[in-house]
Structure formats: C-alpha cells, structure tokens
T-cell receptor
C-alpha cells in the first residue's frame, strides 16, 4: 500500500482554470503538508495542517487553498491558474508537527499550465 | 526563521570516488536535520536524519552525515559512489520540539556519477 498517495500524477490545464490535487495518507500521521518544487528543483513549503490548525506560508497566493475533510486527507485547490503555477507539487505527512521521525512524501503531481 | 545553504549545486564524480556534499543551516535554536534524495522523476526519500545523540549518523545506501554544531553544518558523505547514486540531494531542517512549520530545504545538489 502506498503510504502517501497523490492524484493525479500529471495535470495539464489552461490559464484561468480551477483545479484540485488530492492527497491521502494511510500512516495515521497527524500532520500533512503541501510543498511546491519549481523548475530549479527548489522545494518550498506551502501549507501545513495539524488537528484542524492550518499554517500558511505567507508567500503563497490566496488562489491556493488546502482542504482537509479528515485527518487522512489534505487536498489542494487552485483557482485562476497562472503560468507561474507550473511546478511539481508534493504532499507529505509526519507523525506529529515538528517531530524528528521524518516526513513521508507522495510521488508528486506535475502541474503544467498552458 | 531557519534557512539552509547547500554549497554545491552541481557535482560530477566518477564511480568509486568519494563524496561529500556540504550543508549549513541558520537557526537560533535546536534543529532536527535531514538529508533527502530524489531520483530522476521520483519523490523524495529519506536518506538519514539527526535529532540528538551521536553526531555521526548512518543512513541507507551507505550514506552518512556528521553534525558539527559549532559550524552549523551537516555534511553528507559516501566513501565510494555508484552510478545509481545519480540524483538530486536535499538537506533540510526543522525546529526541534514542536511547531508545524514543516521542513525548510536547501536548494539541492544535483549529483551526476559517470560510469
């Protein structure tokens, strides 16, 4: 069983569209995250979500909104997509916020905005 | 806020060469330290981590890293690399003891091993 699964793996869409990426973890972890990896491979955290507490990286545009229906899911919804949103988005989870047990990453969603 | 600096963005080595990738961090408190590897087209995998105890940490695939607190460094080493080690390597930190800030990553080192 995949520990952290993301769908879709690839997403190609036009500017201005709204899209969602889904993430599910079956590890029983308490905290989930979204990271963005740009074309230069730089990884930056976008959101973390723990027990209904959402921490937002202040640099993330408000077109991006995480939605967590339950502890095992953290979806990413993006409104009015722009060319600069093209990137690989990784979901991750950890046993507890700030723990040293490591983070488990999903396989990524490659978003291409045309 | 914490930050991570990886000194080498691209490294090219021949098989069997020794490897050392530099990583320095900046943070006013105690941190947990990680090295992740990303093989081409794949997700991040944890190589090793340090949070307390012996500053020399051994990870998977023959990698090790040494935490030198006085230098704020956590360099990754491998005595003899293989072609299959070609990948992107990321150093990362998070504050110890709590907080949901997640990981702060360095900009990565692209390692190419030539046969």
């Amino acid at each position: 069983d995949t520990a952290v699964s993301q769908t879709p793996k690839y997403l190609v869409t036009q500017m201005g569209n709204d899209k969602s990426i889904k993430c599910e973890q079956n590890l029983g972890h308490d905290t989930m995250y979204w990271y963005k990896q740009d074309s230069k491979k730089f990884l930056k955290i976008m959101f973390s979500y723990n027990n209904k507490e959402l921490i937002i990286n202040e640099t993330v545009p408000n077109r991006f909104s995480p939605k967590s229906p339950d502890k095992a899911h953290l979806n990413l919804h993006i409104n009015s997509l722009e060319l600069g949103d093209s990137a690989v988005y990784f979901c991750a989870s950890s046993q507890a916020a700030g723990e040293a047990y490591g983070y488990t990453f999903g396989s990524g969603t490659r978003l291409t905005v045309v | 806020a914490q930050s991570v600096s990886q000194h080498n963005h691209h490294v090219i080595l021949s098989e069997a060469a020794s490897l050392e990738l530099g990583c320095n961090y900046s943070y006013g408190g105690t941190v947990n330290l990680f090295w992740y590897v990303q093989y081409p087209g794949q997700h991040l995998q944890l190589l090793l981590k340090y949070f307390s105890g012996d500053p020399l940490v051994k990870g998977i695939k023959g990698f090790e890293a040494e935490f030198i607190k006085s230098k704020f460094s956590f360099n990754l080493r491998k005595p003899s690399v293989q072609w299959s080690d070609t990948a992107e390597y990321f150093c990362a930190v998070n504050p110890a003891g709590g907080g949901a800030d997640g990981l702060t990553f360095g900009k990565g080192t692209h390692l190419i091993i030539q046969p």
